[in-house]
């Protein structure tokens, strides 16, 4: 019987170092040509496989394989798909396994968040059903850092170096300016429910008195009252304020600082404007004179900054990945666990996907401060090993150097096309 393939697609948003994951997927299986015949990737994640728009990896160079480790975003293609229940669109498995049939397709690993790791629990549900058993492993990648059974997510270290730099950068340019000009800075992080990259940010206080000074948790009902008495008390004593809102801000009853009324293709609402929407009610209730920036993609894609942390973290994942499958595991996720000694460690251990899907994991209380506002000593032990250490890319004529992929096709073997 001829050695299976093996199927890897990027899901949600990209990070800094998920293509270090990838990496370590391919490298990893390269070495057990024995095993594992061909490592096809999906061409824009899942919707590659339902479309049979498979790239060939063994078309690229060992050299261009190593490259991804140090290089950002996605480099065969992500995508916002949520396979619907088999009840809702049968017809999406059935192509999937055919997909996976025509190409002597054995392995599925499936790289992203929540969201991933249920496409990924039900295929290797489903597929065992309709015939054509798949290994389906899960490898975590968010930098929401929101996936349960790991200490912390890849891409997330990264992401969390990337705000804690940015703010201390921007709040050293305000504070220059401010008994002139700008008295209030706003930077909006990511985080839709979980306030774990604006909690990073804290990190660029080290002595009292250092931004940010405030930092919105979408753990933390917003208490407008408060909120500005917080940024006035903070001008008064500082003569400027520096703040730090996730995304994911809201009120008590739960509505959004920043709803724009819309909704992604996961189903989730649509949110971006927290920080204007700061910014005006400030410069409306205080008068204050401010700036605000949306760090947005260029907080993911960072990889100039990247913590060498994760992208070792993001290469082990991936790489384990693929032993584990070689196991014979079936439905997992290699998570990080945190050693208990007072020097930083990690290993990686297995968890079942079923307690993994659709489970978010909030910030604890215990690392946001009483008042709301900031971190605690015990939220700042958690974060500062998680930024830790420098991976810089190469760099040519001072620009950095990443990969480029040949993203060789896979000849398609199914006659009838599938639409999207």
């Not at 948003?13 to 998920?18: D, F, L, M, N, S």
């Not at 190469?394 to 040949?406: H, S, V």
Request: charged letters at 25%.
């Amino acid at each position: 019987m001829a050695k299976k393939n093996a199927f890897y697609a990027q899901s949600g948003g990209v990070t800094a170092v998920i293509n270090a994951s990838a990496c370590g997927v391919i490298e990893t299986a390269r070495k057990h040509k024995k095993d594992i015949g061909k490592v096809y990737a999906g061409h824009n994640g899942i919707i590659g496989a339902l479309r049979e728009e498979l790239i060939d990896t063994s078309k690229e160079t060992a050299k261009t394989i190593a490259a991804l480790r140090h290089t950002p975003s996605g480099a065969f293609g992500s995508c916002r798909y949520k396979l619907k229940s088999l009840e809702e669109n049968r017809a999406e498995y059935e192509r999937l396994i055919e997909v996976f049939k025509a190409h002597n397709i054995g392995y599925f690993f499936y790289n992203g968040g929540g969201d991933s790791a249920d496409t990924c629990l039900k295929i290797s549900q489903l597929s065992e059903t309709m015939g054509y058993p798949i290994q389906a492993i899960h490898v975590p990648k968010t930098v929401d850092n929101d996936l349960p059974f790991t200490d912390n997510c890849p891409g997330f270290g990264s992401v969390a170096k990337y705000v804690s730099v940015s703010i201390k950068e921007a709040a050293l340019d305000v504070a220059s300016m401010c008994d002139s000009s700008t008295k209030v800075f706003i930077l909006e992080v990511m985080g839709r429910h979980a306030g774990w990259i604006a909690g990073a940010s804290g990190l660029a206080a080290q002595e009292e008195g250092d931004a940010p000074h405030i930092i919105l948790f979408p753990e933390i009902a917003f208490d407008k009252a408060k909120f500005l008495k917080k940024v006035k008390a903070t001008v008064k004593k500082h003569g400027y304020c520096a703040i730090v809102a996730s995304e994911g801000a809201q009120y008590k009853d739960g509505r959004f600082l920043a709803d724009s009324g819309q909704v992604d293709a996961f189903g989730h609402t649509q949110l971006g404007g927290v920080a204007p929407t700061l910014a005006t009610m400030i410069k409306d209730e205080l008068g204050y004179k401010y700036h605000w920036a949306v760090a947005d993609y260029l907080q993911r894609a960072a990889r100039h900054i990247a913590s060498a942390t994760d992208v070792e973290q993001a290469y082990a994942v991936g790489q384990a990945a693929v032993e584990m499958a070689l196991a014979g595991k079936n439905a997992v996720m290699p998570g990080i666990v945190r050693g208990k000694g007072k020097r930083y460690s990690w290993t990686i251990q297995e968890s079942p996907l079923e307690k993994i899907a659709n489970v978010e994991k909030m910030m604890p209380r215990d690392y946001i401060s009483r008042d709301g506002f900031s971190i605690t000593e015990k939220g700042r032990a958690y974060f500062e090993p998680l930024i830790q250490g420098e991976d810089y890319p190469p760099y040519k004529n001072g620009i950095p150097q990443y990969a480029r992929l040949k993203k060789v096709m896979v000849p398609k073997q199914l006659k009838i096309p599938f639409k999207v």
